[in-house]
């Protein structure tokens, strides 16, 4: 139980310091390449295609959690 609490402080820590390098910038000078909005889509669809494709092989596995955790008992 330690460890768990333990890495997941350490998890959040590292996602608050991405949070505030990430979105307390200020002002920049940047130039962002017209590339770039291609690699993003490109990244976006990549990821919506793992996350179906996970959920279609995963599909009787995910339905069998979801049925044993709220799923009517029968009483025999």
Request: hydrophobic share 50%; charged share 15%; no cysteine.
């Amino acid at each position: 139980m330690y460890m768990t609490n333990n890495i997941i402080r350490k998890i959040s820590v590292i996602a608050m310091a991405l949070g505030v390098l990430l979105f307390y910038s200020g002002s920049l000078m940047a130039y962002i390449d017209p590339g770039t909005g291609s690699y993003i889509f490109q990244v976006i669809v990549t990821v919506a295609a793992g996350a179906i494709f996970g959920i279609k092989v995963f599909w009787k596995n995910i339905v069998k959690f979801f049925s044993d955790k709220f799923g009517k008992t029968k009483n025999r």
